[in-house]
T-cell receptor, first 118, second 110 residues
Framework: ETGVTQTPRHLVMGMTNKKSLKCEQHLGHNAMYWYKQSAKKPLELMFVYSLEERVENNSVPSRFSPECPNSSHLFLHLHTLQPEDSALYLC?????????????????FGPGTRLTVL | EDQVTQSPEALRLQEGESSSLNCSYTVSGLRGLFWYRQDPGKGPEFLFTLYSAGEEKEKERLKATLTKKESFLHITAPKPEDSATYLCAVQAGSNYKLTFGKGTLLTVNP
């Protein structure tokens, strides 16, 4: 596997279900991100981790719970979601967060998980 | 607040018909401007980063340029496989956050 991988690629869940999205990066990067992409809207940053510590929680509802057990893996735990949470959820990684050498904060994205909440 | 506006929202070209996509931005202290390509149902694919006005970068049929207020993505003699949504994003100062535009949906007809 190369780059950033995400599983599952598609997920359909009811409002009372609990599920998790998984992201793995094979690039040796130190920072990982969760984004939400809804139709006709720009990408929305949800969470940011650097060296396994959360550095951003962008006013995301508590029904979304991130977990970063190590610098290669990132999870997004979902529970009691709403239909408006249906979207493409994207994971990304970068060598470092901004502030270090130019170019090391370029974000590389995974293929995404298409989530449908019924 | 950082803002990114992409135009047009959608562009339809014939194969071989060159054109440009625009990304206008308002940001305090631009650190970098990023271009990504996104195919339907997939994640954005990194294309270019531009750091300062006057900088240009090329990749195959694509050329990105940057001024103090906007960036252009020039597509020369496009092919149907260039059809995708092209996203622009800016990064300001020492902030790691990317502010994205809504994208331009490019369709190249054979």
């Amino acid at each position: 596997e190369t780059g950033v991988t995400q599983t599952p690629r598609h997920l359909v869940m009811g409002m009372t279900n609990k599920k998790s999205l998984k992201c793995e990066q094979h690039l040796g990067h130190n920072a990982m991100y969760w984004y939400k992409q809804s139709a006709k809207k720009p990408l929305e940053l949800m969470f940011v981790y650097s060296l396994e510590e959360r550095v951003e929680n962008n006013s995301v509802p508590s029904r979304f719970s991130p977990e970063c057990p190590n610098s290669s893996h990132l999870f997004l735990h979902l529970h009691t979601l709403q239909p408006e949470d249906s979207a493409l959820y994207l994971c990304a990684s970068s060598q470092d967060l901004a502030g270090s050498r130019l170019g090391t904060d370029t974000q590389y994205f995974g293929p995404g998980t298409r989530l449908t909440v019924l | 607040e950082d803002q990114v506006t992409q135009s047009p929202e959608a562009l339809r070209l014939q194969e071989g018909e060159s054109s440009s996509l625009n990304c206008s931005y308002t940001v305090s202290g631009l650190r970098g401007l990023f271009w990504y390509r996104q195919d339907p149902g997939k994640g954005p694919e990194f294309l270019f980063t531009l750091y300062s006005a006057g900088e240009e970068k090329e990749k195959e049929r694509l050329k990105a340029t940057l001024t103090k207020k906007e960036s252009f993505l020039h597509i020369t003699a496009p092919k149907p496989e260039d059809s995708a949504t092209y996203l622009c994003a800016v990064q300001a100062g020492s902030n790691y956050k990317l502010t994205f535009g809504k994208g331009t949906l490019l369709t190249v007809n054979p």
